[in-house]
């Protein structure tokens, strides 16, 4: 391989055109294909990591959201799903993918998705042992804690005591952030080094293992024995072309929407097939609760407290971050009228109504210009994001007491009682919800779209393994689940390809170590607004 | 003959509230130093927006419209991917020329008059059609990501200087 490179740390950043070949050639280094990688190539298979996205550490993270989204996020943090409503589509675009720009949300996969997966798969997950082991595996890498009070931040605090007062069950998130020193950054890129993404926790294990993992390298060609595609450098500019040979196998760990597109734009797979169907986005809706006092005082973890009263319902309320710049689009005052809440907007709280939803979208071909993604909200999940926001209306101001609440749906208003929430809220068409996704799932689903082992029925050789592969939503942060199958996955293939499995997680001694960044931070009081507002 | 009298009345008219709207296309200021993506005609309304949704004079810093948060804005466009920054650009100009399809006739949004200004806007905000909802939206979202990003502005909103921003 001949690789120019500008910055090396255990990956390379090429400065051009570039060559290569292995006997594995994973796309993506997000929580699939940094399980994938690590697995395979711990199993003795050569392995070459292609991710689109750069690396990023502490000392190059952006304090600011925007700049963070436009470098660290898919289409610049602008991809959005068209439909009723049109929805914007998360994803990451990094080294370590997705992981890198969580908020490190790590729920194990409830039983009972297990099981329906397990059905809905022919029986993929029949070894519920191994997936466990998995899992296990998988926390104990990323060093998965409950997130101790102390870290709760103040609108975390303000969820947990508006749940507690109600009596809903309520629990405080656990997350894999071993040094969080709570910067409620985890979104931008955790500025101190906290958090364990797989670009610190599995990624160096593929160098060390003999693999290559290389930066910048955007595919845009697959097939069974190569991939191909162009070099960026950080502004996005084209500088060179790449073609890898895979000797044994692709994996795309591309993500839910860009694995199914690149089989899609490659022929691979014919268009209209089980590749790209069955997608689920995990559709989010957000109210917020305006209070009388600052809530934002505090400062802690990104997320850090969530309610499971209606988890029955498929329904998850999260303690979302307050973030101005979210806040003045989801309020419905603009101009001199929203001065007085945009000078408190410290006293704003958010929650997320998480939906398991059960409607299915699809990808589409992208036609060079990012991913085609349909989907519609289905009557079903429309009528469960109205009872969830309902619930969540009731958080704030039965349990928190807030003075009003601001429902996320176009054409809102501030809402001060549950009759007015109920109001507008009864037959709100699906269009006029405000949701969005950052958990795309299941378009290229084991037992649907592809084989036991991830590999694409009708296109051997080519394995999708990511998010993409779950047989249908986990309905909780899925980082965890997408880890584990991802395990599950890539055990199946390395014994395939004749590789020898080694334990995931290699006992206490191995710990990962988080680099000290010496980042001055840490739980901090802010200070108070400079200006009251003027009532 | 009537269809034909009614298909050239309205032809006309169409032609003459384009004619109106480019007639009464900003007059755009000298172009802000060091922008690399919005042109001065973007900027024109870009200002006048943005002193509309987050206007000067009250309690927090700045305004909308002023030349940071323009200079933030051409940052964020610039920041796009090209297809993106395409369909982006068209978010301005459909306040600019929105006024062709309301009651404000065929004058453009950043020649409107203050009162008939706020008029014009506030029937984005309270508009029902949920194509106009959403625009309204994204255009509040935009400043969103620009203007409360300004370290100032979140200072004086009480939010904590982020972890690892430089002093």
Redesign the interface.
């Known amino acids: 391989m001949t690789l120019p490179v500008l910055q090396t740390g255990f990956w390379e950043e090429p400065a051009g055109d570039w060559e290569g070949e292995a006997d594995v050639v994973i796309v993506g280094s997000g929580a699939g294909g940094a399980v994938a990688a690590t697995t395979l190539a711990e199993a003795g298979l050569s392995v070459l990591v292609i991710e689109e996205g750069f690396a990023w550490d502490?000392n190059t993270?952006s304090?600011?959201?925007?700049?963070a989204?436009?470098?660290m996020f898919q289409?610049?943090g602008?991809r959005t799903a068209l439909g009723t409503?049109?929805m914007p589509v998360a994803g990451g675009k990094a080294l370590g993918g997705s992981t890198v720009v969580n908020s490190a949300i790590s729920f194990r996969t409830p039983e009972s998705v297990l099981a329906e997966w397990n059905e809905l798969s022919g029986g993929a997950f029949e070894d519920t042992d191994a997936y466990y082991r998995a899992m296990d595996e998988v926390e104990a890498v990323l060093s998965v804690e409950p997130t101790p009070d102390r870290l709760l931040s103040g609108y975390d605090r303000v969820h947990k005591d508006a749940a507690e007062a109600l009596g809903w069950s309520n629990y405080n998130f656990r997350r894999n952030t071993p040094r969080c020193?709570g910067?409620?950054?985890c979104n931008?890129g955790c500025?101190?080094g906290g958090k364990a993404s797989v670009d610190i926790a599995l990624l160096p294990r593929v160098a060390a293992a003999g693999g290559r993992v290389v930066t910048g390298s955007v595919a845009r060609f697959v097939a069974a024995n190569k991939v191909e595609g162009v070099v960026e450098d950080r502004s996005?500019n084209i500088i060179g072309s790449f073609s890898v040979t895979a000797k044994k196998a692709v994996i795309l760990s591309a993500g839910t929407i860009a694995s199914p597109r690149l089989l899609l734009d490659s022929d691979v797979v014919p268009s209209g097939g089980e590749v790209g169907a069955g997608l689920m986005v995990h559709p989010v809706f957000t109210v917020l609760g305006y209070f009388a006092e600052?809530v934002?005082a505090a400062?802690g973890s990104s997320q850090g407290h969530y309610v499971d009263e209606f988890g029955e319902d498929r329904i998850v309320l999260e303690s979302n971050p307050t973030?101005?710049?979210?806040?003045?689009?989801g309020i419905?005052m603009?101009?001199?009228e929203?001065?007085?809440y945009?000078?408190?907007?410290?006293n704003f709280a958010s929650t997320g109504v998480m939906v398991r939803d059960s409607g299915r979208g699809r990808i589409v071909g992208s036609g060079g210009?990012?991913a085609s993604i349909k989907y519609d909200l289905s009557k079903e999940d429309q009528e469960r994001a109205a009872r969830g926001m309902t619930h969540a209306a009731q958080l704030w101001l039965e349990g928190g007491g807030a003075e009003f609440v601001n429902l996320n749906v176009?054409?809102g208003q501030e809402c001060r009682t549950m009759d007015e929430v109920r109001g507008l809220l009864q037959d709100l068409?699906a269009?006029?919800f405000?949701g969005y996704s950052s958990h795309p799932q299941a378009s290229c689903s084991v037992g649907r779209a592809a084989r036991q082992d991830g590999e694409v029925i009708g296109a051997d050789g080519v394995y999708v393994i990511d998010a993409s592969s779950l047989p249908a939503n986990v309905g909780r942060n899925p980082q965890i689940s997408v880890m584990s199958v991802a395990r599950v996955l890539a055990e199946r293939v390395a014994s395939k390809l004749g590789g020898t499995v080694k334990p995931l997680w290699r006992g206490a001694g191995a710990l990962f170590s988080v680099p000290q960044y010496g980042?001055?931070?840490?739980l901090?009081t802010?200070?108070?607004?400079?200006?009251?507002?003027?009532d | 003959m009537l269809v034909f009298g009614a298909a050239t009345t309205g032809v006309l008219a169409a032609a003459y509230a384009g004619l109106r709207q480019v007639g009464t296309y900003p007059e755009p200021g000298p172009q802000l130093e060091g922008l690399s993506v919005l042109s001065r005609k973007e900027v024109a309304i870009f200002r006048r927006l943005g002193d509309q949704l987050l206007p000067p004079g009250g309690p927090l810093p700045g305004s909308g419209g002023d030349d940071e948060t323009l200079r933030r804005m051409d940052a964020f466009y610039a920041s796009m991917p090209d297809h993106k920054r395409t369909l982006s650009r068209g978010l301005p100009l459909a306040f600019e020329h929105g006024t062709g399809l309301d009651r404000f006739g065929a004058r453009c949004f950043t020649k409107l008059g203050e009162e008939r200004c706020a008029a014009y806007l506030t029937g984005w905000s309270d508009s029902q059609l949920i194509v106009k909802a959403q625009l309204w939206t994204a255009l509040k979202t935009f400043y969103g990501m620009t203007y409360f990003e300004r370290p100032e502005v979140l200072a004086s909103m009480g939010f904590a200087v982020p972890c690892g921003r430089p002093s």
Not at chain 1, 63 to 67: A, E, G, I, K
Not at chain 1, 342 to 346: D, F, K, Q, T, Y
């Open positions: 502490p993270h304090p600011d959201t925007s700049v989204i436009a470098r289409e610049g602008l409503p049109p020193a910067c409620g950054r931008n500025p101190v996005r600052r934002v400062p973030i101005p710049g979210a806040i003045f689009p419905p603009w101009g001199k929203a001065w007085p945009l000078s408190r907007a410290s210009a990012g176009y054409g068409p269009g006029r405000i980042v001055a931070c840490g901090h802010p200070p108070p607004p400079a200006v009251d507002a003027a």
